[in-house]
């Protein structure tokens, strides 16, 4: 498991939602109760946190902006141990991952307390947790009313044990992130490639092969289908020839940068989706690059009540092998575009849920209608 888990890398932008650009801060919340002293695969699960940590730190630019809480880590049994160790952009990746490690698990779990702070202090939320709210509090309700409050709020959730009623799965749904459970390791890959890159400044390193003193160059991007001239918004990360991060510009439909002549290369993010492209620039020249998904389709899907009255559902996709691909939060009719094959598609209202098999094709819009119970 500890394998797994720090092998992993953190390279990816999520495509949807847009983040609010004043506020792209990543607050890491690391659950130190006591109960992170359990094993998994003889690992304590502290053990398995850290090295999940480190695995995101390692690959972050040392000023990138990130926050870490810590809660339970202090008093042994105090609803108020909510601790916040750095501040985004307080301390090098370097120096959380030292203060992380320095963590020894002791008290008790004020999740929804502990998300309230981190949300007062960036949009993105890594939530590394063992288990339930032990604090007479309901995360769910908090996170859907942050929500509410902010919608560009996005909780991923790192759990380390599947049960059914999980507080920390519907942390995740009603934020509109992801949950994944510490034994699957393509989930925590889709799980931990979800967080943002942290933006930096760009730069002009001294081995990058430009040349400072000429025009600089510009640089097109844009993301789409092979059969549909129409641009789609995607996140686009690049680095220079030596990979070291430059800049990313998240959730756009098309980008052109200035930026000094020489050999980069691109990474484009498009849901779950990852295409990279090396590409020379040239001084005082545009170079333009789409990035192609392939043929895709249309999907229409609906929700509605036994009178087929309109209800807001929340919508999960995954692909055929089963990974999660994107989701869809409180809408009662969604139409995408997605690349041809087949999804399961996984509507939720309340607590009813169900579950669909569609098959995205060139040739028609796939459609599909989940009907509900009214709620009692």
């Not at 390279?11 to 607050?27: K, R």
């Not at 081995?207 to 844009?222: E, I, R, V």
Request: hydrophobic content about 35%; overall charge negative.
């Amino acid at each position: 498991m500890k394998k797994y888990l720090t092998t992993l890398l953190i390279t990816s932008l999520l495509a949807f939602p847009t983040l609010a650009a004043a506020n792209d801060n990543l607050i890491i919340v690391l659950d130190a109760s006591n109960s992170m002293w359990g094993k998994i695969n003889d690992k304590h699960k502290i053990e398995l946190a850290r090295s999940s940590l480190a695995t995101l730190l390692d690959k972050q630019p040392e000023n990138a902006s990130i926050g870490l809480i810590a809660y339970g880590n202090q008093r042994k049994s105090d609803c108020h141990d909510i601790n916040v160790l750095a501040k985004p952009g307080e301390n090098t990746p370097s120096d959380l991952l030292k203060q992380a490690t320095d963590i020894m698990p002791l008290g008790r779990s004020p999740i929804s307390a502990a998300i309230q702070q981190a949300a007062s202090m960036g949009n993105t939320i890594l939530l590394i947790s063992d288990g339930q709210e032990s604090c007479d509090a309901d995360p769910c309700a908090t996170v859907k009313e942050l929500k509410a409050k902010n919608s560009a709020l996005r909780i991923q959730v790192l759990g380390f044990r599947d049960d059914q009623d999980s507080q920390l799965k519907c942390i995740a749904t009603n934020s509109g992130g992801s949950f994944a459970i510490a034994s699957d390791t393509p989930a925590v890959t889709n799980l931990l490639n979800s967080l943002p890159a942290q933006e930096v400044t760009a730069n002009t390193p001294a081995d990058n092969k430009t040349n400072t003193a000429s025009a600089p160059a510009t640089l097109q991007l844009t993301v789409g289908a092979s059969n549909d001239p129409e641009n789609l918004p995607a996140s686009f990360l690049l680095y220079d020839t030596e990979d070291r991060h430059i800049t990313n510009f998240t959730a756009q439909t098309q980008v052109s940068h200035s930026i000094p002549a020489g050999t980069y290369r691109v990474d484009a993010l498009w849901g779950e989706i990852k295409h990279t492209q090396t590409l020379t620039l040239t001084s005082g020249k545009t170079t333009s690059y789409r990035f192609d998904l392939g043929p895709m389709g249309k999907l229409s899907l609906q929700a509605q009540d036994a009178q087929q009255k309109p209800v807001d559902a929340n919508f999960t996709f995954y692909s055929a092998n089963g990974n999660y691909f994107s989701d869809r939060l409180l809408k009662s009719q969604i139409k995408e575009k997605l690349p041809i094959g087949s999804y399961r598609i996984k509507a939720s209202v309340g607590e009813q849920s169900q579950e669909a098999t569609v098959e995205i094709t060139t040739t028609a819009e796939t459609s599909h209608t989940f009907t509900f119970k009214a709620a009692h």
